[in-house]
T-cell receptor
Framework: RKEVEQDPGPFNVPEGATVAFNCTYS??????FFWYRQDCRKEPKLLMS???SGNEDGRFTAQLNRASQYISLLIRDSKLSDSATYLC???????????FGTGTRLKVLA | DGGITQSPKYLFRKEGQNVTLSCEQN?????MYWYRQDPGQGLRLIYY???????QKGDIAEGYSVSREKKESFPLTVTSAQKNPTAFYLC??????????????FGQGTRLTVV
């Protein structure tokens, strides 16, 4: 079983749609959680950290469910510019290692 | 501006040659990382370093070597022992853990092609 699993997609959605991604992790000692965005042939960039109580940044909402060991990302009112691959990232307590999921590809269609 | 600089952006290598990828950061970060990404794949950890003069193997260290002689620099050598070196290589850094949700920052990557 992979340490971090994501549905690879692609998710093809029309502009203005709401789309949600889930990510599951296997290590119950995981402490830090992130969503990164990666554009084609570019480096990953932090979209948002994920906090235990859930957090929101504009059109983006992240949730953490420790009991079920998954995190989610909700994008409201999708824009063409949201088209990218979204990477789920987890780091376990006591380690410097960031573990990446394979990413979920989103295409927002006009 | 603070950041991570990888060079070169594109690199071509003949089979059987060793090649070194540069990674420099001026963020005063303690930890540095090397990841490899293949087309349509996620990032896989090659090596990481928590402090100067110390580094650990990641999940796919075979055929690679690193050094960490300075806090700012973490070069990666792709040796001839690496059977499939063509990939996108990403260097990252972060501050020490224990300070909350500290994220990793990435350089722009080096795209290595074996010809």
């Amino acid at each position: 079983r992979k340490e971090v699993e994501q549905d690879p997609g692609p998710f093809n959605v029309p502009e203005g749609a709401t789309v949600a991604f889930n990510c599951t992790y296997s290590n119950s000692a995981s402490q830090s959680f992130f969503w990164y965005r990666q554009d084609c042939r570019k480096e990953p960039k932090l979209l948002m950290s994920v906090y235990s109580s859930g957090n929101e940044d504009g059109r983006f909402t992240a949730q953490l469910n420790r009991a079920s060991q998954y995190i989610s990302l909700l994008i409201r009112d999708s824009k063409l510019s949201d088209s990218a691959t979204y990477l789920c990232v987890v780091r376990a307590s006591g380690t410097y290692k960031y573990i990446f999921g394979t990413g979920t590809r989103l295409k927002v269609l006009a | 501006d603070g950041g991570i600089t990888q060079s070169p952006k594109y690199l071509f290598r003949k089979e059987g040659q060793n090649v070194t990828l540069s990674c420099e950061q001026n963020l005063n970060h303690d930890a540095m990382y090397w990841y490899r990404q293949d087309p349509g794949q996620g990032l896989r950890l090659i090596y990481y370093s928590q402090i100067v003069n110390d580094f650990q193997k990641g999940d796919i260290a075979e055929g690679y070597s690193v050094s960490r002689e300075k806090k700012e620099s973490f070069p990666l050598t792709v040796t001839s022992a690496q059977k499939n070196p063509t990939a996108f290589y990403l260097c990252a850094s972060s501050i020490r853990q224990g300070l909350g949700n500290t994220e990793a920052f990435f350089g722009q990557g080096t795209r290595l092609t074996v010809v």
